[in-house]
T-cell receptor, first 113, second 113 residues
Framework: ETGVTQSPTHLIKTRGQQVTLRCSSQ?????VSWYQQALGQGPQFIFQYYREEENGRGNFPPRFSGLQFPNYSSELNVNALELDDSALYLCASSSRVGVETQYFGPGTRLLVL | LAKTTQPISMDSYEGQEVNITCSHNNIATNDYITWYQQFPSQGPRFIIQ???TKVTNEVASLFIPADRKSSTLSLPRVSLSDTAVYYCLVGDIQDTNAGKSTFGDGTTLTVKP
């Protein structure tokens, strides 16, 4: 157990819909990163939030957006869902003091039909 | 971020030592090498991290030669429960870049009885 929780665990949506995924970071961690992991591939970096500000973004379109709250929990929002958005969405929290070690949550499995 | 190359898959037997090598020819001065383990439908789990020479913890050792263009994760006496995908990441751990990791497709290790 890493102390990072995500909700929901599974989700089914239809193309064109919007989805919000949630992540609670490990106690003491002020940085959250989101990843998309398609079946059989490694996680792909979506973006990172540090103290409620976006701090870097991967190669994902603007319909992927996020928020970080004062308690450092975070949301990932995806608009206009496409079939290719079907994946495992992972969040990872880390402390920005010292060496980077990310602690991953169990992920949310999203299926877009 | 430095690109990494790992074998796609490896097989081993219980009780053997397993060595997984990762190539990262373009590693930068500030880059650290981090290894993660991932089981199906779970988030990656931190195993070990190093900068140079050798690092050892309770689960693994990490060997990094002087030129740092490759690294080897060593798992002593593997068991069936070590069957998983192993990812090698290379990246800058300074504040502005921490967490923006690029995962490759990893190495699928299968441990047989």
């Amino acid at each position: 157990e890493t102390g990072v929780t995500q909700s929901p665990t599974h989700l089914i949506k239809t193309r064109g819909q919007q989805v919000t995924l949630r992540c609670s970071s490990q106690s003491g961690h002020n940085t959250v990163s989101w990843y998309q992991q398609a079946l059989g591939q490694g996680p792909q970096f979506i973006f990172q939030y540090y103290r409620e500000e976006e701090n870097g973004r991967g190669n994902f379109p603007p319909r992927f957006s996020g928020l970080q709250f004062p308690n450092y929990s975070s949301e990932l929002n995806v608009n206009a869902l496409e079939l290719d958005d079907s994946a495992l969405y992972l969040c990872a929290s880390s402390s920005r003091v010292g060496v980077e070690t990310q602690y991953f949550g169990p992920g949310t499995r999203l299926l877009v039909l | 971020l430095a690109k990494t190359t790992q074998p796609i898959s490896m097989d081993s037997y219980e009780g053997q030592e397993v060595n997984i090598t990762c190539s990262h020819n373009n590693i930068a001065t500030n880059d650290y090498i981090t290894w993660y383990q991932q089981f199906p439908s779970q988030g990656p789990r931190f195993i070990i991290q190093g900068y140079k020479t050798k690092v050892t913890n309770e689960v693994a050792s990490l060997f990094i030669p002087a030129d740092r263009k490759s690294s080897t994760l060593s798992l002593p006496r593997v068991s069936l429960s070590d069957t998983a995908v192993y990812y090698c990441l290379v990246g800058d751990i300074q504040d502005t870049n921490a967490g923006k990791s690029t995962f490759g497709d990893g190495t699928t290790l299968t441990v047989k009885p």
